[in-house]
């Protein structure tokens, strides 16, 4: 039996130079360096970063059958201030989770969701507010975007918790205990769409 298989492998370390520190098979280098792409990264590519956002924005749009809404002007400028750590898979989680959150006409992009220590020179720095330690503010902000994605789920299937389900990509049971959870009754949505 003949295999006809392509590998494509990706890193964000420069591998040669690791394999003459000894941090990488030098062999397994030389197997996989036939073609090599290097792809700056997305704060090198300012430019790049509100047609990536808006293309994010269009995508999630399609995929769970919402009316596309614009980023705000404040949104984009905090885009384009950001370093980008994570390069573009930040940015597109980013995104993906102010579109679910959003309410109003426009993506506003909550500042509080970004590293303030990862702002370009004269931005300004976010701060969290109150005392909360790190696992409140992750539990209350969890708790939060539950809550607003379910309240917009039934809303889009008028409480039809089987077809919420399929659509959110959960067991219908573990849905259903994320809705007692939160005391979210369903038929609140069923009424609302008669």
């Known amino acids: 039996m003949v295999a006809n298989v392509r590998v494509v492998a990706a890193s964000n ?25 290097e792809m700056p ?42 370093e980008w750590p994570g390069n573009v898979r930040e940015l ?10 959003c309410q109003g006409s426009e993506i506003e992009i909550d500042p509080a969701g ?17 005392a909360d330690c790190f696992q409140a503010a992750k539990a209350r902000a969890i708790a939060e975007f539950e809550r607003s994605y379910l309240a917009q789920l039934l809303a889009e299937t008028h409480g039809n918790v089987s077809l919420a389900a399929r ?17 979210i009754d369903r038929s609140q949505y069923a009424r609302e769409s008669a």
């Open 167 to 183: 659509r959110s990509g959960k067991e219908r049971r573990s849905l259903g205990k994320l809705l007692k959870k939160y005391g």
């Open 114 to 130: 970004l590293d303030p220590n990862r702002f370009g020179p004269g931005a300004a720095a976010f701060t969290l507010k109150g």
């Open 13 to 37: 370390e420069n591998l040669a130079a690791c394999a003459r520190r000894g941090l990488f098979r030098q062999d397994l280098l030389f197997r996989l360096n036939i073609m090599g792409l």
């Open 92 to 101: 597109e989680n980013l995104v993906h989770r102010e579109f679910l959150l």
């Open 41 to 82: 990264s997305l704060r090198a590519r300012r430019a790049d970063v509100a047609a990536l956002a808006n293309h994010f924005v269009r995508r999630f749009s399609r995929q769970y059958g919402r009316p596309e809404k614009p980023l705000s002007r404040a949104s984009l400028a905090l885009l384009d201030r950001y």
